[in-house]
């Protein structure tokens, strides 16, 4: 619930960095989509690693054609595999065939995770407060009944929330009303070689709430202004 107008940090902030990583990355990539070891993308080491950390042993054996004890020992020296070219690409230089086969491995997981829905978030919130002794399970159906008030108001919180991406970028967490259901997009600007900046989006947060029940006809997609929502749990810009 913890909110501030700016994120760093969290699972939104997670999911969303994943997403301008991947994005970022593939649009880095030559026109064929194949990567030269000896000139690679600048992001490339940072999504190996982010891979890396987000790897479990539950992945191995893989087609890696690793174990996980071979991959955890080539992974203590995988950033030293990426050395900076002239022109600020990187090329990927080891002997250790284990090292380039993992960096092989890491590159094919590149994904982007599913949004997080609001059913998910809701058991997650019950779970921590049970847990925390701050809900009792003769409490839990009550509190359930208020799923509708707090999940509107989650995404009220999140609406034009920045998402600090680096020092020098930053994408913004908006209500897309435009589907079946209220969602949270994240969306930032793409700059792609040679061409105008264009916005890139991606939902990070999908509700269960119907867009027609909940979602004032002037708060549509692409919205800015700031949301409130009314007695009959509406949100509702506050453009008249």
């Not at 969306?187 to 709430?209: I, M, N």
Request: hydrophobic share 40%.
């Amino acid at each position: 619930m913890h909110h501030e107008d700016a994120r760093n940090q969290g699972l939104i902030h997670a999911y969303s960095l994943n997403f301008w990583f991947g994005v970022r990355f593939v649009v880095s990539l030559s026109k064929d989509g194949r990567l030269d070891a000896l000139k690679l993308p600048p992001l490339t080491k940072s999504v190996v690693l982010s891979a890396w950390k987000r790897t479990t042993v539950k992945d191995f054996p893989n087609r890696s054609g690793l174990t996980w004890k071979q991959a955890k020992l080539a992974a203590e020296n995988l950033s030293n595999c990426f050395l900076v070219n002239a022109d600020g690409t990187l090329r990927f230089q080891t002997a250790e065939k284990c090292e380039a086969r993992l960096a092989n491995y890491l590159l094919s997981t590149l994904r982007v995770n599913q949004p997080y829905s609001s059913t998910t978030f809701f058991d997650d919130l019950i779970y921590v407060l049970k847990h925390n002794k701050l809900l009792f399970e003769y409490q839990e159906d009550g509190f359930r009944e208020n799923y509708q008030d707090i999940i509107l108001y989650i995404v009220s919180l999140m609406h034009n929330t920045e998402v600090i991406l680096d020092e020098d970028t930053v994408g913004w967490l908006r209500v897309l009303g435009g589907k079946e259901h209220i969602e949270v997009l994240f969306e930032f600007d793409l700059v792609r070689p040679s061409e105008q900046a264009g916005k890139v989006g991606f939902c990070v947060f999908k509700t269960d709430l119907p867009v027609g029940e909940h979602l004032d006809p002037r708060a549509m997609y692409g919205i800015e202004q700031d949301l409130f929502f009314d007695t009959s749990r509406r949100f509702l810009s506050l453009i008249q």
